[in-house]
């Protein structure tokens, strides 16, 4: 998987394509998903895959939608305005519920779990009608390899978020962040 940030780039991207959007609502579905990592670690222990439910379409699309909705309106404005200097009131607004945010955390969520194909040899993505290990995926190989494959997306996800933060001096932290 792309380490958790390198996520944000796509969001980005992705809230582009259509102003009714929700940036807070696609960063924090594109993000979640990798919140189950420690949670399996520690009521299973270290398992060969430490991605399920929330790593497949089916629960990106449910589960996700539902974590990602509740996160966005509850957490994300508090979290952003402490950690960053944007208002909290600006937050606020754009994490309104709505349709429009959860389809924003909804296609965040898919975006991850079809981000993560690129550079995992196998991923549930279709669990759970197939198994972990049923699902290979179809890039890793055509990129040289999960290592080189992951490599290539870290890197590409990397220039990208510097591209997307040259230039954006005025309000820097609240166009990356809220729009």
Not at 55 to 73: E, N
Not at 105 to 127: E, I, K
Not at 157 to 163: A, D, K, P, S, T
């Amino acid at each position: 998987m792309p380490v958790t940030p390198f996520h944000y780039p796509l969001a980005y991207v992705i809230s582009k394509f259509d102003g009714r959007l929700s940036l807070p609502g696609l960063v924090v579905g594109s993000m979640l998903p990798d919140l189950e990592i420690p949670f399996m670690v520690l009521l299973f222990g270290m398992q060969p895959s430490n991605r399920l439910v929330l790593h497949s379409l089916l629960g990106a699309v449910t589960v996700g939608t539902l974590l990602s909705m509740l996160f966005t309106v509850l957490v994300y404005p508090r979290l952003t305005s402490t950690v960053f200097p944007v208002s909290k009131l600006k937050v606020e607004e754009k994490c309104q519920s709505s349709g429009g945010l959860a389809f924003s955390c909804l296609l965040g969520g898919v975006s991850h779990v079809l981000l993560d194909v690129t550079n995992h040899a196998y991923n549930p993505v279709l669990w759970p009608f197939l198994g972990l290990y049923e699902t290979p995926s179809p890039i890793v190989p055509i990129l040289g390899g999960a290592e080189m494959a992951s490599f290539l997306i870290h890197t590409s996800m990397i220039v990208l978020f510097v591209g997307l933060s040259i230039g954006k001096r005025e309000h820097f932290w609240e166009k990356l962040l809220i729009g």
